[in-house]
């Protein structure tokens, strides 16, 4: 019988998933205690910061409901987010660059016509953009799908105000590849604060703000989704965003006009 103890005891968790017949799986839980095991040791931890891990986990995971996701939020501000789409979404060097996701899409955006005002009250300063999406063999292309979301000047969503839909719509270009539409001037804002991650932020030192930014889903036949953002240039956190979000190529004007183009990948 082997004796378990802190030398052995990782080559033991190893061997009970031999038996794993999902190979991925396998790798990826070796893998991760492989890796837990070797922080455990590194850093000696006590069984008091053990036990304060597990609950800062519980309470994450209690702050979870339909409309927060807590733990998507630890994720991006340790950098896991935008790990994982820097190493899945890799663009020719002509297509526009990924950034993260993040948690205020919703899926029930309304379809709005070219020209519309997708702010709908929302407050902020008007911005008129002016978008192209083309293909990354230059063809414009018609009839992609865009959807738009930001934050308000307040640095809130509408999904944190109430179940009205406003600073979000859902457009298609026009025949040229092109999207006219208003929106506003969007402000930087921080996460937020009043969970686990909020305070793991205080605890480390760290500000909870993200530049000011405007989301896009770009959705066209025969090409690779986008998921990106556009930043406004001059924002004072771009080179802290809390979620590490920020790439050069996105960062762009934003007076009271927007023109940028967006171009993607073949499938
Ligand atoms: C956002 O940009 O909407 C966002 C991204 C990550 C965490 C929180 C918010
Ligand atoms: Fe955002």
Redesign the pocket.
């Known amino acids: 019988m082997r004796n378990i103890d802190e030398h052995t005891i990782t080559g033991a968790v190893l061997e009970s998933l031999e038996g794993c017949d999902d190979p991925r799986l396998k790798q990826i839980l070796g893998a991760l205690v492989t890796h837990l095991h070797d922080f455990v040791r590194e850093v000696q931890l006590t069984e008091d910061e053990w036990l304060q891990g597990i609950r800062f986990l519980t309470a994450t995971g209690q702050m979870c409901s339909d409309t927060r996701q807590e733990f ?2 630890l994720s ?2 340790l950098g896991v ?1 935008m790990l994982t789409v820097a190493l899945n979404r890799k663009q020719s060097a002509a297509a526009t660059e990924a950034t ?5 899409h919703v899926d029930d955006a309304p379809r709005l016509e070219q020209g519309c005002d997708i702010a709908a009250g929302a407050p902020g300063r008007p911005l008129d953009v002016d978008v192209v999406v083309r293909s990354s063999d230059g063809t414009p292309l018609p009839g992609a799908e865009v959807d738009v979301w930001q ?1 308000d000047e307040e640095g809130l ?1 509408d999904v944190q105000r109430g179940p009205h839909r406003r600073a979000r719509a859902v457009m298609k270009t026009d025949a040229e590849g092109r999207l006219r539409f208003r929106a506003i001037v969007p402000t930087a804002y921080p ?2 604060t009043d969970g686990p991650v909020g305070r793991m932020l205080v605890a480390s030192g760290r500000h909870p703000w ?1 530049p000011a ?1 405007i ?1 896009f889903l770009i959705k066209a036949d025969g090409h690779e989704t986008l998921t990106t ?1 556009l930043f406004r240039d001059g924002d004072p956190y771009l080179d802290s965003d ?2 590490f ?1 920020v790439r050069r190529s996105l960062v762009v004007e934003m007076g009271d006009t927007l023109t940028h183009t967006f171009v993607l990948d073949r499938s």
């Open positions: 998507i939020l991006d501000t987010s993260v996701f993040g948690p205020f934050a969503y996460v937020p993200r930014h989301h953002h809390v979620v979000g």
